[in-house]
C-alpha cells in the first residue's frame, strides 16, 4: 500500500480519510502489524485504481513501467524537472528521444 500511496504522492492521513479510517489505524494496516479487512483492502484499492491482488504484489500485469525500488527518488527527479524552464525541459527531451532512438510524437 505504501508504494501505491507515495506514487499518488499522499500521506497517511490522505488515503486514511478517502478510505474512511484513523491515521493511525491506516498506518498500522500499511506496516502490517495490524491486519485490514477485506472491505478496507478494497476500498484502498479503489482509491488507488488497482486490484486488491496489486496491494499484495500479485498480478502486476499492466504496471510493467513502474519500477518498484525507490518512487520517493523518482518523484524527486520529476519535480525537479517540472521546475526547469520550458526551454531546458525541451532540450532534454530531445536528448532522451535521441537515445531512444525515435521522434517524439
Not at 499518488?8 to 500521506?11: A, L, M, S, T, V
Not at 498506518?27 to 478496507?40: C, H, N, Q, W
Not at 478494497?42 to 482509491?47: K, N, Q, R, Y
Not at 519535480?79 to 532522451?96: S, V
Given at each position: 500500500m505504501k508504494q501505491f500511496r507515495h506514487i499518488?504522492?499522499?500521506?497517511q492521513s490522505d488515503t486514511a480519510e478517502a478510505v474512511g479510517v484513523s491515521r493511525e489505524m491506516y498506518?498500522?494496516?500499511?506496516?502490517?502489524?495490524?491486519?485490514?479487512?477485506?472491505?478496507?483492502l478494497?476500498?484502498?484499492?479503489?482509491?488507488f485504481e488497482v486490484s486488491v491482488d496489486m496491494l499484495f504484489g500479485r498480478n502486476m500485469q499492466g504496471l510493467d513501467f513502474l519500477k518498484w525500488t525507490d518512487v520517493n527518488e523518482e518523484l524527486e527527479l520529476l519535480?525537479?524537472?517540472?521546475?526547469?524552464?520550458?526551454?531546458?525541459?525541451?532540450?532534454?527531451?530531445?536528448?532522451?528521444d535521441e537515445l531512444a532512438g525515435g521522434g517524439r510524437m
Open positions: 499518488k504522492g499522499e500521506r498506518s498500522m494496516y500499511e506496516s502490517g502489524k495490524v491486519k485490514a479487512p477485506l472491505k478496507v478494497t476500498l484502498v484499492a479503489d482509491h519535480k525537479k524537472f517540472d521546475n526547469l524552464p520550458e526551454a531546458e525541459r525541451e532540450a532534454i527531451m530531445a536528448q532522451i
